[in-house]
């Protein structure tokens, strides 16, 4: 990854231009072409370096609910767990952890009984029946933007 690369993904993280032609404002911003804007995000995420560029909605505002969760999981059912959890459209991080909950995902749904009830499936499919389900009360950060 070069300046340039990093030039790119400050640009983008937090104010990607909603236009017609968002690459070229973004070239125009940073002098590459538009196209060159174009493949050095694709070879961005060939590299692993961007995951999805894409919206960041506030849940509450759209009707759903999110939540927080974390497991116990034994490591021999780490793999299987964490393939059943983000089988679910509505998971968006998951991770493991160092601590006696070791895996810890967060949930988007419709309504709190969606997704209470897809934990149930998702305990019934693995096994796992300690699931702390940990409803969000108050949000205090929602940016987070690393400078490079």
């Not at 790119?8 to 973004?26: H, V």
């Not at 759209?62 to 509505?90: M, R, W, Y």
């Not at 991080?93 to 499936?121: C, G, K, M, V």
């Not at 940990?134 to 400078?147: E, Q, T, V």
Request: hydrophobic share 40%.
């Amino acid at each position: 990854m070069d300046d340039t690369d990093k030039r790119l993904l400050n640009r983008i993280q937090s104010d990607f231009p909603i236009t017609l032609r968002p690459f070229q404002d973004i070239g125009l911003d940073l002098g590459l072409s538009e196209n060159e804007v174009i493949q050095r995000l694709r070879d961005l995420k060939k590299k692993g370096i961007i995951r999805r560029i894409g919206g960041n909605f506030f849940p509450d505002k759209l009707g759903f609910v999110s939540t927080l969760c974390a497991a116990s999981v034994p490591e021999h059912k780490i793999d299987f767990f964490t393939q059943v959890v983000n089988a679910f459209p509505g998971v968006t991080h998951n991770y493991q952890r160092d601590h006696h909950y070791n895996i810890w995902f967060t949930f988007i749904a419709p309504s709190r009984q969606e997704i209470e009830h897809h934990l149930n499936f998702i305990s019934e499919q693995t096994g796992i029946t300690e699931i702390l389900n940990l409803y969000a009360k108050k949000l205090f950060k929602i940016n987070a933007h690393f400078s490079l």
